[in-house]
Nanobody, 122 residues
Framework: QVQLVESGGGLVQAGGSLRLSCAAS????????MGWFRQVPGKEREFVAL????????TYVDSVKGRFTISRDNAKNTVYLQMNSLNAEDTAVYYC???????????????WGQGTQVTVSS
């Protein structure tokens, strides 16, 4: 079992940056593909970025390509999402997620964090 705790959300001006962190408590963190998802009221949760077990495979949703960077530090059991050039459309609750299957993680996850709010003001 993996427990995930997100941090780093907050209020930022358009054009600014934030870095989200997700700390995992499981002993087999490096066995999991990790992802970041986001959700706004009235919409389904959508994937933002995925990263494979060793960090070699990475996928982004088109809307964040070139602006967001996902990374992981398996020694620290932590995955990060560096968000640059933020705009109002990035406002959402961001969730960290984990799954043994990278392909499955695009649309689902076995484990979820509690979420952290990101609000971008314009």
């Amino acid at each position: 079992q993996v427990q995930l705790v997100e941090s780093g959300g907050g209020l930022v001006q358009a054009g600014g940056s934030l870095r989200l962190s997700c700390a995992a408590s499981g002993r087999t963190f490096d066995s999991y593909a990790m992802g970041w998802f986001r959700q706004v009221p009235g919409k389904e949760r959508e994937f933002v970025a995925l990263i494979g077990r060793s960090g070699g495979r990475i996928t982004y949703v088109d809307s964040v390509k070139g602006r967001f960077t996902i990374s992981r530090d398996n020694a620290k059991n932590t995955v990060y999402l560096q968000m640059n050039s933020l705009n109002a459309e990035d406002t959402a609750v961001y969730y960290c997620a984990a799954d043994f299957n990278y392909s499955d993680l695009r649309s689902r996850a076995e484990y979820w964090g509690q979420g952290t709010q990101v609000t971008v003001s314009s």
